[in-house]
């Protein structure tokens, strides 16, 4: 990878409910590019973006966010590197109570001293960026799910920020919706020189306007490198979760006990 | 036999853990004072949700509640003659007891509920979560507003159910069963201490207003942010700032009240 890293992971190590979810992850995420983390459902995508953002602490391991060890931080410290940060959650994470234009002033009220006519131009440009100035009026009860996510995305690019992650953003979007979000998130990395973290297990989106991917199974990276690395990458598993193959080295079932003992058939328990 | 012993430690570190988690959210959400052109808008905005939309219930609670005092007081009070009594007994059951309890139990009811199922949608729509990753501390922003407005909104509501009821016992004594209007007032007066019974039934209301808006937005927080979670959760308020309500009340009345 030429560019710098913005994002080091080393050696994360992370259990929840007695389970290991990563087994000593090292990453590097380059600085100003989209990176794209994929893996099937469960494996702790989200996860790995909440242990990024400081939500979660893991049990050892580094993470490195803009020269900050994000789990040694102090609550002000962090609070202030998330001020670099934006997130769009798979939700979108609107406030319910407040109108669109509200929702995308909120960060630039909170962390801001700007005059109101300014707060009121920059949200207006933030959602022109996003293409609902139309819509500044509305409730999120009033947004279709890709409006919401959109005006989400507006918000969490209000205060400019260095870092923008996304969590599964194209999950349960129409073609129209997820073409407006694949061709807004390249346009905003491009335009703002965002360094972007792209969670998700849409492949071709993914693949299609990220410069780096890795692929994380089972607790490990099983596979990083460019959309064209990837797609050589010899290892089956890599090639079974970008070809979409339902059965291989992970297997279709959930582990259970043997089928005859199950239904009786082989005079097991029952 | 080990089983039972197991489950029962797992259940008194569980509670010890809910306790040690309660306190630290506590200590979170009351740490940090906002600045005042950010915090009292939001304070006031939930004293509005808490404390004002909460006062038709305690009205008509309190008018009830006076007006029944009124009809059973001179009911028992007439067949010793003391009916004129009925005012003192009204307004002693009442400032002691009566409002503070009651309106605890509506205000749990009512503004306790509706404080967990907000909080627990806020945190299972991700809004709590987003919050943070804006650089917001949501102990902060969401839940100190909360906390304060019930601290101060429920003492409020306990003097209004007061004055109410008593308003109503006299109706029911005084207007309806004939009362002298001069001996329910005068009685009441030289009866009823504004430092032993009113400044205790506040000090009541206060303890109460806490202890059930902690409840309440501690079970919001820290609930499972699932619709079962959000319910389970709902449901733990009402329950258990009832049981710590009436708990409470007994320790209190025995320290204000008790002639050891």
Redesign the interface.
């Known amino acids: 990878m030429a560019s710098e890293a913005y994002i080091t992971l080393t050696d994360v190590v992370f259990s929840r409910s007695g389970r290991r979810i990563f087994d000593g992850v090292t990453l590097d995420i380059p600085r100003g590019k989209i990176t794209a983390i994929m893996g099937p459902s469960g494996t702790g995508k989200t996860t790995l973006l909440?242990l990024i953002?400081g939500?979660l602490k893991p049990d050892s391991g580094t993470i490195m966010v803009a020269g900050e060890n994000v789990p040694r931080l102090r609550?002000k410290a962090l609070?202030?590197?998330?001020?670099k940060?934006?997130?769009l959650?798979?939700?979108g994470?609107?406030?319910?109570d407040l109108s669109a234009f509200e929702n995308v002033a909120?960060?630039l009220r909170?962390?801001t001293s700007l005059p109101e006519d300014m707060i009121r131009d920059i949200v207006l440009m933030k959602l022109e960026a996003v293409g609902l100035r139309g819509a500044r009026d509305l409730m999120p009860s009033e947004l279709s799910g890709g409006m919401t996510r959109r005006v989400?995305l507006a918000?969490s690019i209000a205060?400019d920020p260095e870092l923008i992650m996304y969590d599964e953003p194209f999950a349960g979007q129409d073609p129209i919706a997820m073409g407006v979000l694949v061709k807004l998130i390249r346009d905003l990395n491009s335009s703002m020189g965002l360094t972007s973290v792209l969670v998700s297990h849409d492949v071709p989106e993914s693949l299609s306007i990220c410069h780096y991917a890795c692929i994380i199974a089972d607790g490990h990276i099983i596979g990083e490198g460019t959309p064209a690395e990837l797609r050589q990458h010899p290892s089956e598993r890599v090639q079974q979760f970008l070809q979409g193959q339902p059965d291989g080295p992970v297997p279709f079932n959930y582990p259970a006990p043997d089928a005859g003992s199950d239904w009786g058939l082989t005079g097991g328990a029952r | 036999m080990m089983d039972r012993i197991a489950a029962l430690g797992r259940l008194g570190f569980n509670v010890v853990a809910t306790v040690g988690r309660a306190g630290y959210f506590l200590g979170g959400a009351l740490a940090g004072v906002p600045k005042p052109a950010?915090g009292f808008p939001l304070l006031v905005r939930q004293l509005y949700s808490v404390g004002v939309l909460s006062l038709a219930i305690v009205v008509v609670s309190g008018l009830f509640i006076g007006m029944v005092l009124g009809l059973q007081g001179y009911t028992i009070l007439s067949d010793y003659g003391s009916e004129a009594a009925v005012g003192q007994m009204i307004a002693l059951t009442l400032v002691r007891e009566l409002g503070p309890v009651v309106t605890a139990l509506l205000f749990a009811g009512r503004a306790g509920s509706a404080l967990t199922a907000e909080i627990g949608l806020m945190k299972a729509?991700?809004?709590l979560?987003?919050m943070?990753?804006?650089?917001?501390?949501p102990l902060r922003?969401v839940i100190a507003p909360r906390l304060w407005a019930g601290f101060i909104a429920m003492p409020i509501l306990a003097v209004i159910f007061s004055v109410v009821g008593i308003w109503g016992g006299m109706l029911v004594s005084v207007d309806w069963l004939g009362v002298f209007e001069g001996a329910f007032w005068g009685n009441m007066q030289s009866s009823v201490s504004f430092v032993d019974d009113v400044l205790n039934g506040v000090v009541k209301t206060v303890v109460f207003g806490f202890v059930c808006t902690w409840i309440a937005v501690f079970q919001g927080y820290d609930c499972v942010p699932t619709s079962a979670g959000i319910s389970s959760a709902t449901t733990k308020t009402v329950v258990y700032s009832s049981l710590a309500v009436l708990g409470l009340d007994f320790v209190l009345t025995a320290v204000m009240f008790g002639d050891f």
């Open positions: 909440r953002g939500q609550r609070y202030t590197l998330r001020e940060m934006g997130m959650f798979q939700s994470a609107l406030f319910t909120f960060p909170v962390h989400a918000r205060l | 950010v729509t991700e809004q979560s987003s943070e990753m804006m650089g917001v501390d922003r």
